[in-house]
T-cell receptor, first 113, second 114 residues
Framework: KAGVTQTPRYLIKTRGQQVTLSCSPI?????VSWYQQTPGQGLQFLFE???????NKGNFPGRFSGRQFSNSRSEMNVSTLELGDSALYLC????????????FGQGTRLTVV | QQQVKQSPQSLIVQKGGISIINCAYE??????FPWYQQFPGKGPALLIA?????SEKKEGRFTISFNKSAKQFSLHIMDSQPGDSATYFC?????????????FGKGTRLHILP
């Protein structure tokens, strides 16, 4: 079974731009969660999607948004990028949600300059 | 109420020694406590997990000790090896609650000296 796939692996954007990150979960997994990882703050929960619906949301500004498609693939969008958005963005999938056995992708390293 | 506090932030251990990472939580509704291991350039991977109905769980060289009354749990790595050098995250969640999320500690960067 293929693991969680995130694309792209690396991204460099300029302040003010927007960016879209993609996550393909493990086949059969319906829950996809997104996390922001920074050295100072660790792993911070962004949001979770289950069956195309956002089921849970962390404490991030509205510039961070996401969606999930009928095949469970998910995208995350950040608009009006700020320098502080530079981070590793991780996607995790799990079979039914419940936030137990979460399987992470390798992440997308976003650098905002 | 949602925090999971992890310590130390970084840890250096001699090869063959015991590595100990501690976590404390506040929300008594948490009933699932996983540990994740993350190598550079990789996403976190589930290492071992425990539920509060047991006080200890062992898998190979990795052991979780759980103290429900103190709301603390810890990861012990016996006979630590250079290949164990990674960042470790403790976490907590309410298992089976589909609307809940995993709360992660801030991580411990472990370095095993050869």
């Amino acid at each position: 079974k293929a693991g969680v796939t995130q694309t792209p692996r690396y991204l460099i954007k300029t302040r003010g731009q927007q960016v879209t990150l993609s996550c393909s979960p493990i086949s059969g997994h319906r829950s996809v969660s997104w996390y922001q990882q920074t050295p100072g703050q660790g792993l911070q929960f962004l949001f979770e999607y289950f069956s195309e619906t956002q089921r849970n949301k962390g404490n991030f500004p509205g510039r961070f948004s996401g969606r999930q498609f009928s095949n469970s693939r998910s995208e995350m969008n950040v608009s009006t990028l700020e320098l502080g958005d530079s981070a590793l963005y991780l996607c995790a999938s799990s079979p039914q949600g419940g936030k137990t056995e979460a399987f992470f992708g390798q992440g997308t390293r976003l650098t905002v300059v | 109420q949602q925090q999971v506090k992890q310590s130390p932030q970084s840890l250096i251990v001699q090869k063959g020694g015991i590595s100990i990472i501690n976590c404390a939580y506040e929300n008594t509704a948490f009933d699932y406590f996983p540990w994740y291991q993350q190598f550079p350039g990789k996403g976190p991977a589930l290492l071992i997990a425990i539920r509060p109905d047991v006080s200890e769980k062992k898998e190979g060289r990795f052991t979780i000790s759980f103290n429900k009354s103190a709301k603390q749990f810890s990861l012990h790595i016996m006979d630590s090896q250079p290949g164990d050098s990674a960042t470790y995250f403790c976490a907590a969640s309410t298992r089976g609650n589909r609307d809940d999320k995993i709360i992660f500690g801030k991580g411990t960067r472990l370095h095993i000296l050869p």
